[in-house]
């Protein structure tokens, strides 16, 4: 008999545990409820799941943090954030920490479980980047995909997330080609992805900071006013 697909829901609020919990369990997933970070951060530890339900504001451990320790310590168990209205700054960093998909305050049970069903069917599908692919170098950047490793002017190491490196990936495998922002997150975040696009945005504005010698005047990722953006592999001298 197949195991079941995995979740991981942590939310200080009983009512919405028990009742993301019941859709999950009618759906057929395996799942797991606690309500604060650190009690998470052992049930992971201790056996991983298949994806998290995060809440954002959570006692002990807070939901930005516990995502932060997750990369950092390189699970890639895919994570949908819970966040209030009024927590887009908070959204922001989750998403640029490398959470998958977010869900607002108040929400649809329905629409949660599609998101988790839309999130693992992205995580299993093929990865953006081949790790099998060679090690690229244009002008002073090198970009190594079997290791995930970015280095910049100077051999400095840029540090990366999840989806500033797949977005860079993308850019460089697709030089001079002009992307909307919309097609940016079909391509690199996934046609099901129920984010906006300002996501693409900040993770542009992300990767400029950590890989143009001058973000505000960059080389590399370029903007096409009312269209979007491209990539120039050659930057000027």
Partial sequence: MAQKTRVLVVDD???IREVVELYLRREGYDVEVTGDGATALEAIERNPPDLIVLDLMLPVLGGIQL???LRAGYYDIPIIMLTAKGEESDRITGLELGADDYVTKPF???ELVARVKAVLRRA???PLVDPQAQPITMGDVTINPSTRQVWTHQNKEAALT???FDLLWFFINHPGQVF???QLLDNVWGFDFFGDASTVTV???RLREKIERRPTKPEYILTVWGVGYKFRMDRKP
């Fill in 13 to 15: 609020e009983p009512n």
């Fill in 67 to 69: 995502t932060r320790t």
């Fill in 203 to 205: 993770h542009v504005r």
């Fill in 124 to 126: 299993g599908a093929k």
């Fill in 162 to 164: 999840v989806k500033e």
């Fill in 108 to 110: 649809s049970p329905k």
């Fill in 180 to 182: 909307t922002r919309d």
